[in-house]
């Protein structure tokens, strides 16, 4: 029996050394492979098909020096897991770049040639006091000949984003000369000289505006006139911001430039308000509503915006700064609005959007469209020419549309002319082309993919929505009040940038929302608003009563005294209103025990199901065991 012992232990050890040779066999084997199997369904962990192709057409190497404090005690421990994601992240870069991408690592320790390497490259250090006020280094150089572009510091808030900010990087050195942009505008946004009247009187000239003076300080910034029959051909992105009362012959200037492979960043408004005159007169002459749309490309492209239509929300519903009453059509969008997944909108977490416009439609075969910012469900469209004056009388009359309005679209692929018969004849009052200048031949459908987004506001561009401005011993100081800068520097970075970075997508986020809590929420919500409804109708229904019973008793002394009839209707109110008070507490109640059910069993299933899993196989394998050595 002993010997038998022995034998066992003997074979178990050497079954135990055999499986040890075996996987470290299999691991050298294998390393030599870079290939992976993604199997998130995200695909979080693969380099998207816009890095791969910028890397594809890559002729000359570049060189990745990644600057990361490794030695010492100054690395917070979680900036040293995100710093090995970074690694892990270039080495999909450097394999994906078949021997064009080139990374280097470097540890930048006080007063050593690593250090001095990244303030040349402008990699400055963070200052960490928590860890004794060494400073610690997190960022990246990307370098090809002569060209240089810097990323100094990788914030872990961008973590979604590293991607998206290497491969920018990575397309800058390729091509550094910088896009010129277009901006066609019925808006003073380029600021206006006072007239010397007014400026007699003090008054000085209009500022631009703010996103302007923003796409100044990074691009070349053109005006394009509204009259314009041609884009020029050097413009890269075209920005239009609202077209009020355009032309055919404009618009087709727009289709050919969209044709010939040009961006077009177009912000429409069914009710521009800062284009409006808002006096009393003006409404009755019917002077007040700045519209604006391109409809012959809207209707080529599939896609419609209603002019007499805004989008009301309750759940983004804004509020009159002085009296506090809901505005249902001036919109806080939050995340739950804002495409998260999106390179442009992941980083956003709030919009303002007064008076905003819906595309509807489906675009036309050929074309793909994502919607960057969309309403709630709990949203409906309403009359424009009311939506900023009859907030309370949109909260009564409100009906939930259960749809998720496109606000804000990206639209990508083969686009076709809106003008299938060529340029559209100049109106009688525009002035005749010379008889000199050649004539184009039209172009029929883009030859390569084209881009085009839109935005159906154009008060979100406003300084008064979207900056707060002072004036501090002479200087103007600008500070951002919400996330609608950030969403126009970020659109016309992205189209002025390579176009294959427009196909990248923010990297999956570790936050798994538990959507059926969201949808119980959801339904129990308005499950409370119809019985509020019905309340408020009963309780007008009990009014109306009262009032006719009083009526009749006109020229009676005791018209103040309630008769027995209206006593009857008031406690036959007062029944309903504790019945409703009643059955929301119940569903209140119903919805919390459900929600904290649901949020209990998912927790036992995270946490239990590996466990019990394991404590099953080593069950199942000792009976199978048992029996064998008993069969023996």
């Keep these: 029996m002993k010997q038998k012992n022995i034998e066992s232990i003997l074979y178990s050890a050497a079954g135990v050394a055999v499986m040890f040779v075996l996987l470290l066999a299999f691991y050298v084997v294998t390393s030599a492979f870079k290939d992976r199997v993604d199997l998130t369904a995200e695909k979080a962990f693969t380099l998207s098909p816009g890095t791969k192709k910028i890397l594809s057409k890559l002729d000359s190497r570049v060189t990745i020096r990644f600057y990361c404090t490794q030695s010492g005690t100054a690395m917070p421990a979680s900036l040293r897991t995100y710093a090995e994601h970074i690694e892990d992240l270039l080495g999909e870069y450097q394999q994906a770049g078949k021997g ?111 996103f302007v003076s923003e796409l100044k300080k990074d691009f070349t910034v053109r005006e394009i006139p509204m009259t314009a029959s041609k884009v020029d051909d050097d413009i890269g992105v075209l920005l239009v911001v609202h077209p009020r009362d355009i032309t055919e012959t404009t618009q087709y200037a727009l289709d050919q430039f969209v044709m010939r492979g040009g961006k077009l960043l177009a912000f429409l408004d069914p009710h521009a308000y800062f284009d409006q005159k808002h006096d009393q007169m003006a409404q009755v002459l ?150 000199d200048q050649p004539k184009e031949t039209p172009l029929k459908e883009s030859k390569a993919d084209g881009v085009v987004i839109l935005v159906a506001d154009t008060d979100l561009l406003s300084d008064q929505v979207c900056v707060q401005v002072q004036n501090f011993m002479g200087y103007r100081l600008v500070r951002p009040m919400n996330g609608n800068l950030n969403l126009v520097q970020s659109l016309v970075e992205q189209l002025a940038g390579d176009s294959d970075l427009i196909s990248l997508r923010s990297r999956a986020s570790l936050n798994r929302p538990f959507t059926r809590l969201k949808a119980m929420e959801a339904k129990a919500g308005r499950e409370w608003e119809d019985k509020v409804k019905e309340l408020e109708a009963r309780r007008d229904e009990t009014e109306r009563k009262i009032s006719e019973l009083q009526t009749a008793k006109a020229g009676n002394d ?75």
Excluded: C
Excluded at 389 to 416: H, P
Excluded at 570 to 582: G, I, M, P, S
């Design 100 to 210: 064009k991408i080139i990374v280097q690592k470097f540890d930048p320790q006080p007063d050593s040639d690593a250090e001095d390497s990244a303030h040349l490259d402008g990699v400055e250090g963070q200052a960490t006091t928590r860890f004794g006020g060494d400073k610690v280094y997190l960022g990246l150089a990307v370098v090809m000949l002569d060209q240089k572009q810097t990323v100094p510091w990788l914030p872990p808030e961008r973590e979604r984003l590293l991607e998206y900010d290497i491969s920018r990087a990575i397309a800058r050195v390729v091509n550094p000369t910088p896009t010129v942009i277009g901006l066609m505008s019925a808006l003073p946004v380029f600021g206006s000289e006072p007239n010397p009247m007014m400026q007699r009187m003090g008054q000085a000239a209009a500022e631009p505006w703010t």
């Design 286 to 435: 019917g002077e007040s509503s700045g519209q604006s749309s391109l409809p012959a490309l809207l209707k080529a492209w599939g896609l419609d915006m209603d002019l007499n239509k805004v989008v009301a929300d309750l759940t983004f519903a804004g509020r009159n700064p002085q009296s506090g009453a809901v505005m249902p059509t001036v919109l806080l969008v939050n995340k739950s609005g804002i495409n998260g997944d999106d390179i442009v909108t992941s980083q956003i977490d709030n919009l303002v959007l007064p008076f905003a416009g819906a595309f509807t439609g489906k675009p036309v075969d050929g074309l793909k469209e994502t919607v960057l910012v969309h309403s709630s469900p709990e949203s409906e469209l309403v009359e424009g020419i009311t939506a900023s004056a009859a907030g309370d009388q949109i909260v009564k009359d409100f009906k939930a549309s259960n749809i998720e309005y496109a606000m804000a679209a990206r639209l990508t692929g083969k686009f076709k002319t809106a003008f299938a018969d060529g340029a559209p004849k100049p109106a009688k009052d525009d002035k005749e082309e010379p008889k």
């Design 558 to 632: 005791q018209k103040f005294i309630l008769s027995p009839e209206q006593q009857k209707e008031l406690e036959n109110y007062q029944k309903t209103v504790a019945d409703a008070n009643k059955d929301l507490r119940l569903t209140q109640k119903k919805l919390r025990k459900e929600t904290d059910s649901l949020e209990f069993w998912t927790k036992v299933m995270n946490i239990g199901t590996m466990p019990v899993l394991v404590a099953a196989t080593g069950i199942v394998l000792a009976i199978y065991k048992r029996k064998r050595t008993a069969a023996q």
